[in-house]
């Protein structure tokens, strides 16, 4: 079951950051945009403080009379770093799968973006940082109040079997079977044990 995220619309959960950030994690998931020619859109973020969004990025329009083409993007952010990478094939009303793998080292910290399993950038940050995210995840948009380059940044499409693996332990296992061992998924507001807790703000509300 996926959710469908319009203007207003967020899944907050109850997952903070400190059960997984601080080591080497996976975030996964499943998305599909409904609008890949628009602005941002993050359909994970943080709700607390600091800096997540991993997303869509603002449609690229070429430079006028450039021979370069107009393209979608991805949008990622963590801390004071953030960076839009070019996804020449994402269209409306289609799946695709996102996953940022992160991997600690001594001075910074790794992120590496793929996108259909297809590498499609990196990102490194150093750990005296400002503005590391804290709280809990949050799906499409930021904490309330915050922006992505100065806009109220919502996503607008479909998302679905967001996953969250560490390397050490994230979870105990449940009754539902969703939980289990060093991985969290999250299927729906209404199936998934980690938001059965969390306010579920319908699009549109």
Known sequence: ????????GYVDTDLAFSEFF?????ITLRYMPQYPKGYEGPC?????TGTFALGQ???SLAPE????????????AVADHSTAIKA????PNRWYHLTVVSKDDVDARYFNLYLNAKWMGLVAVKHGAPGWPSGTLRFG???TGQTINQRN???YGLLADVAVTAERPVGTASSSGIISGTERWFRSPTHSSRLRRSRWRPSGS
């Open 44 to 48: 994970v973020a943080e709700n607390g």
């Open 65 to 76: 009379k450039s021979s370069l083409p107009s393209l979608p993007q991805m949008y990622f």
């Open 1 to 8: 079951m996926a959710v469908a995220f319009s203007w207003t």
């Open 88 to 91: 020449a094939n994402l269209e």
């Open 153 to 155: 940044a919502q996503f």
């Open 22 to 26: 601080n080591g080497d994690h996976t």
């Open 141 to 143: 948009k930021r904490t």
């Open 57 to 59: 990025g603002t449609y």
